[in-house]
């Protein structure tokens, strides 16, 4: 949810903390501008990677997987954004273009997303249970 922060639609900008912080990203950078970057988004796994080296034993482990999770979130957000016609600003602060491989309108792509998902889920069940 944290890429959609610049939307004022989106769960996270509805939330009394996130609001004022929402309204002043979707201000600067409009939807889908700076959060949607790949640069970034990069940029913000890279720092939380290296904040982790704070953490030892069952803390480290905790906010390992907490980044495993928020990387595979933000960057599996920017994959589907970048599979509509809308597309999503990659190089975004050194190119404002938006960039997209597909024209998906809608809901079209969660739809395809999802099918993908659960044929790639039997597919590795297959190979564990062979």
């Given amino acids: 949810v944290l890429p959609d922060i610049d939307s004022a639609?989106?769960?996270?900008?509805?939330?009394?903390?996130?609001?004022?912080l929402s309204k002043a990203i979707r201000k600067r950078f409009g939807h889908r501008g700076a959060t949607h970057s790949l640069i970034l988004s990069l940029l913000t796994l890279s720092l939380l990677i290296c904040s982790s080296y704070m953490f030892r034993g069952v803390a480290f482990f905790v906010y390992s997987?907490?980044?495993i999770g928020f990387a595979c979130g933000y960057l599996s957000h920017l994959f589907l954004d970048f599979i509509t016609i809308?597309?999503?600003?990659?190089f975004y602060p050194f190119y404002n273009k938006k960039y997209h491989i597909a024209k998906f309108k809608g809901s079209e792509h969660e739809t395809i997303v999802t099918a993908l998902c659960l044929v790639l889920t039997g597919f590795c069940i297959y190979l564990k249970v062979r």
């Fill in 86 to 90: 809308e597309g999503i600003p990659l």
């Fill in 65 to 67: 997987n907490f980044i």
């Fill in 9 to 20: 639609t989106s769960k996270i900008s509805k939330k009394p903390l996130f609001k004022p």
